[in-house]
């Protein structure tokens, strides 16, 4: 009698399980990324260890064809883009100039290259080898790992600005939320006033930025870098331009649009700060994620490697 | 059933391999939801624990290699897989032309389900250039999804029916 009940209800009990599990998982993640402390499973990690050199092998052939290709039509064009860029390089040489001067003159130049030294951390290059498998959901996967030293939480940049967090790793393979993604938000200022707001991932290809009324200090065209209070990226990178401003005068916090900085589009090859801000290091510590030697803290690192400069690769296992 | 339900689960985890790839050079929205029409594939096949299971596990799986939250997929996937079974015993899925109107129905269920699941995406112009296209590759991957399974359950299954397991009967017969 109760074996045949049992029976009859195994199906529906397993529904209601399995729906609660979901559930929970749902809530569960949300409230870690809140937290900033979505680090992966083990589970997760195995599936980026196998999906990593999948995807990268069904990617390479694609892009081989396509760099071959865009060599090709660089190539035609380089010419006129070397006579373009020459000028551009004396402009900004003389720019340059006056600008160390003033600086000199001002007496700062000693502080400012001590603050430099602060904020510059070892990166790691990093390709990208897959997107995500939801057109909904903005994050790339790339190939390195916690054996690089890439740890969740650690910020991800092109030459032209930001592009993301390491929310999850495996030793090879990391994936990194990218900017644009609904669930992404970071603190930034406008570079000309100063303005500071929150820039916010919309899921399409604009950001949005809140910042709080001050006058009229934020307009078409300004350029928006991350602030570096929100504790994971530091201070200074691109976030993007701003497109359109939202004033509505009897609201005390305004809206604008921006276009990132990154192509997001044609993204091939990134960099990972091999950085944790101060918070998220915190909330790693002693959960089996310790950040890489030299890693982490308030202070980036004890020897500081210049910005432009990139770890070198690890030492490979002699085969 | 088991060897079933694994196989069912290869076949998403190589459909999202697949579509993960593919991503970097397509517009958004081009390819279609794997893991829901392996979830309508296990629907119309697997019935019972071992369907409701596996079709959870796909979505898991799925949410494993995404960067939304853990659980939207598996719980919109068996979600897909209840409406398959639901659908089933109204009208007759596997026929082509009824098929392809319900995954696209089951596309748009799929999401409004997570818009209220997750708060993505979010409603509007944006969403519909995404979400057309979207659902026109989940009809037109629908019925090669369903057809590459019922040749994966006929190999790995000859119990159930599918090609392979057509041939057996009928080798049998003649026998």
Redesign the interface.
Known sequence: MLRALIERLRVPLLLLLLIALALLAIASDRRALARGDRESSWLRGILLEVAAPVQKALTAPVDGTRNAWSHYVALRGVRNENDRLRERLAQLEEENLQFREALVEGGRLRTIAEMRRDVEVPMRPAQVVGMDVSPWFHSVLVDRGRSDGVHAGMPVVTEDGVVGVVTATSPNAARTLLLLDAQSSLDGIVQRSRARGIVRGTGADTLEFEFFVRGDDVQVGDLVITSGFGGVHPKGSRIGEVIEVHADPTAFEHRAILRPAVDFGRLEQVFVLLWRGPTLDLLYQGEGDQPAPGVGGAEPASKPAPASATVPEPAKPAS | MRRVALAAWGLA?VG??????????LP??W?P??TMLVAVALGLHVP??AG??TA?AV?????????????????LD?GAW?LTRAGMQRVDLARAVVLVPFVVALSTLHLLG?WA??????LGR?MLA?AIP?ATANAAAALAVRRLFAVLLGRVDPDESGPAALRIDAAAGLR
């Open positions: 985890l999202l391999l697949l579509v993960g790839s593919a991503a970097i050079w958004r929205g390819l939801d794997v019972g624990a409701l299971v959870w979505g898991g799986t799925a949410d494993l290699l995404s960067g939304g939250p853990l659980g939207q997929h598996a719980l068996l209840l997570q699941l997750v708060g993505v995406p979010e944006d995404i979207r």
